[in-house]
């Protein structure tokens, strides 16, 4: 049976980032990351986020984590509201929710040592009564993630990318999180490796029971690994629904265009590409209606007027497939 059990839920988010100018350096603008995203994320699932560069995918995966505070609007985490509570409340959440950064360079301090860099996170957190039974928590750790035990007495720049983001997991699964945002994890490495750091996540999930926002620009990474696939487009998630429903049976043309942008490895197989018009609008002044209609293929008068509502198409059960298109069925 699928767990159907909502771990984290959004209601609404709302993110902007206030532009200033003149010579008082007043708010001018706002440029418009995050509009009004609402979903769940069920416990034991990966979600996968994917869409194009600066659609607000890593905004919204650190305003879930209160690493930014949302312009308006709720994040639930298992039934309590995070956007609301002090920082007190929040250390001990930090507990249950990490982070896996994009860049395993930038991500470690080159000054500490893997043994500090493991340690650290313990010790705020006060889970260790002693040196003997910290160290062992570390060994496990570097076993979990298949890195050897004399690691620890290495800085980051000995180890390769792989490695590096193998530590970067060790340091989120140091305080036995539930749920962990996956920030473009594996864009950073070698396609060989990333198939390695894909199946330690996935066999890391299966072990520990914990739950994944993985966020990609890989569209073929995010089939593998997820259970289901929101896309983002300008702040909004047009559509949402099981990784397999929507990899062969996408509803929103811009999903349909991503996907038709998927190189695939035979010189004689052709598929048709869904070549969109123009750039994407910029965040500061994006369209009004749907965000999508000045490329859309398909787009008429009403799409330019009225915001098309994220709304089911095949009825109310677990395996909802959701688009946020007038014309979509």
Do not use: W
């Not at 979600?47 to 312009?71: A, D, H, N, Y």
């Not at 007495?153 to 996956?182: D, K, M, N, T, W």
């Not at 926002?213 to 696939?229: C, G, P």
């Amino acid at each position: 049976m699928e767990n159907t059990e909502v771990l984290l839920e959004v209601r609404d988010l709302v993110k902007k980032f206030p532009i200033h100018g003149g010579i008082l350096s007043r708010e001018v603008g706002n440029v418009h990351a995050v509009s009004g995203v609402s979903l769940q994320i069920r416990k034991g699932e990966t979600l996968g986020l994917v869409g194009e560069s600066g659609c607000g995918k890593s905004t919204l995966g650190r305003c879930l984590l209160r690493l930014l505070q949302p312009t308006s609007g709720q994040v639930y985490f298992k039934g309590q509201n995070i956007t609301e509570i002090g920082q007190g409340e929040l250390r001990k959440l930090r507990r249950q929710i990490q982070i896996i950064f994009q860049d395993p360079y930038a991500s470690l301090n080159p000054r500490m040592t893997v043994e500090d860099i493991l340690s650290e996170p313990l010790e705020i957190h006060k889970l260790c009564r002693s040196k003997q039974e910290k160290r062992e928590r570390i060994y496990k750790l570097l076993d979990l993630c298949g890195l050897r035990r004399e690691s620890i007495v290495r800085y980051p720049h000995e180890f390769s990318g792989g490695q590096r983001q193998r530590i970067c997991i060790a340091r989120a699964l140091a305080v036995e999180p539930q749920f962990i945002v996956c920030d473009e994890p594996v864009s950073a490495l070698d396609v060989s490796i990333q198939a390695q750091i894909i199946n330690l996540m996935q066999d890391l999930q299966k072990e520990l029971g914990l739950t994944y926002l993985f966020i990609a620009h890989d569209l073929k990474v995010v089939e593998h690994i997820s259970t289901r696939v929101a896309v983002m487009y300008l702040g909004k998630i047009v559509e949402l629904a099981d990784a397999e429903a929507l990899y062969s049976d996408p509803k929103h043309p811009y999903t349909r265009a991503l996907l038709s942008a998927i190189p695939i490895p035979d010189p004689n197989y052709k598929k048709d590409r869904v070549i969109l018009r123009g750039d994407v609008p910029s965040p500061i002044l994006p369209p009004k209606g749907c965000h999508f209609h000045p490329r859309c293929p398909i787009a008429k008068e009403n799409c330019g007027i009225n915001t098309p509502a994220l709304r089911s198409l095949n009825g109310v059960n677990i395996s909802i497939h959701e688009a946020a298109c007038h014309y979509s069925e």
